[in-house]
């Protein structure tokens, strides 16, 4: 209004009031950016007033980088595994889902920032996207052509049964030992036993401590129908527990088995 135009002797709009303690200190006419920058940083610093400085942002890059490295197989889609929220992100989880690949997700309809970074990031410009061990694989025409040539399941990492896992570890050696510690500390007098047997047969065998993974321990009792251990397997084949291969040492079958 006039009376505050003459008040403050306003002659031009706009005009910057600036006031501190309630004391008008500066009047800034018209709308000059660096002077009014100034004399609020002035003011300010007048005050003693420190601004609070807003916590650096984490680099594009870096934070890329470890999303694309947050697990073996990282996939970038829109929505959710459960709920897919484009087709071609359906059609990866499906058939993500015929092979039962193990696998982290980023939904990248959450951050526009990372949506629109990582194209450039990956030099990839559309979604989903399939990352392995922090590089780049491609997009669900890559992850298509992988299932053609069915190569799906060498490449990607596919979740273990049980089964297939104590497959894996029965066979990992010639001569395996399933028992309660390692053969440098066995953690029982029937382990200990055990151990002793086949260092006298100078054995070249490996161990697996049982007490490490319960899910082992409990698994092999019905995959072999052994309820007790140790366990000792040769080329894949339970030879039985610490009674059998007590006897077969005696008898001088063991010396055979192993060799």
Same mark, same amino acid.
């Given at each position: 209004?006039?009376? &505050?135009?003459?008040?403050?002797?306003?002659? $031009?709009?706009?005009?910057?009031?600036?006031?501190?303690?309630?004391?008008?200190?500066?009047?800034?006419?018209?709308?000059?950016?660096?002077? =009014?920058?100034?004399?609020?940083?002035?003011?300010?610093?007048?005050?003693?007033? #420190?601004?609070?400085?807003?916590?650096?942002?984490?680099?594009?890059?870096?934070?890329?980088?470890?999303?694309?490295?947050?697990? #073996?197989?990282?996939?970038? &889609?829109?929505?959710?595994?459960?709920?897919?929220?484009?087709?071609?992100?359906?059609?990866?989880?499906?058939?993500? $889902?015929?092979?039962? #690949?193990?696998?982290?997700?980023?939904?990248?309809?959450?951050?526009?920032?990372?949506?629109?970074?990582?194209?450039?990031?990956?030099?990839?410009?559309?979604?989903?996207?399939?990352?392995?061990?922090?590089?780049?694989?491609?997009?669900?025409? @890559?992850?298509?052509?992988?299932?053609?040539?069915?190569?799906?399941?060498?490449?990607?990492? @596919?979740?273990?049964?049980?089964?297939?896992?104590?497959?894996?570890?029965?066979? $990992?050696?010639?001569?395996?030992?399933?028992?309660?510690?390692?053969?440098?500390?066995?953690?029982?007098?029937?382990?200990?036993?055990?151990?002793?047997?086949? $260092?006298?047969?100078?054995?070249?065998?490996?161990?697996?401590? @049982?007490?490490?993974?319960?899910?082992?321990?409990?698994?092999?009792?019905?995959?072999?129908?052994?309820?007790?251990?140790?366990?000792?397997?040769?080329?894949?084949?339970?030879?039985?527990?610490?009674? &059998?291969?007590?006897?077969?040492?005696?008898?001088?079958?063991?010396?055979?088995? =192993?060799?």
């Amino acid at each position: 209004s006039s009376g &505050i135009n003459a008040e403050y002797g306003i002659d $031009s709009v706009p005009t910057c009031l600036f006031y501190l303690n309630k004391h008008l200190k500066e009047t800034v006419a018209g709308l000059n950016v660096p002077k =009014i920058a100034k004399t609020v940083e002035r003011l300010v610093a007048e005050c003693g007033v #420190v601004p609070e400085q807003a916590p650096a942002a984490e680099d594009l890059n870096a934070r890329m980088t470890r999303l694309t490295n947050m697990d #073996v197989c990282v996939a970038f &889609i829109k929505g959710t595994p459960q709920a897919p929220r484009c087709k071609f992100t359906r059609a990866l989880m499906d058939l993500f $889902s015929s092979y039962d #690949v193990e696998f982290s997700y980023f939904d990248i309809l959450s951050d526009s920032v990372i949506r629109e970074g990582l194209k450039e990031f990956g030099e990839w410009p559309t979604y989903p996207q399939v990352w392995l061990e922090g590089e780049l694989l491609g997009g669900l025409d @890559i992850m298509k052509e992988l299932d053609d040539n069915k190569a799906m399941a060498t490449t990607l990492p @596919i979740k273990q049964t049980l089964e297939t896992r104590l497959k894996n570890l029965i066979n $990992s050696h010639k001569i395996m030992l399933f028992m309660k510690g390692n053969r440098d500390e066995p953690r029982c007098g029937f382990s200990k036993t055990t151990v002793a047997i086949l $260092s006298e047969c100078n054995a070249e065998y490996q161990t697996f401590d @049982i007490l490490s993974d319960d899910v082992v321990r409990q698994g092999l009792k019905t995959y072999s129908e052994w309820p007790t251990y140790p366990q000792l397997y040769v080329n894949g084949e339970l030879i039985g527990g610490l009674d &059998i291969i007590r006897e077969m040492h005696e008898s001088g079958e063991l010396s055979d088995i =192993i060799k």
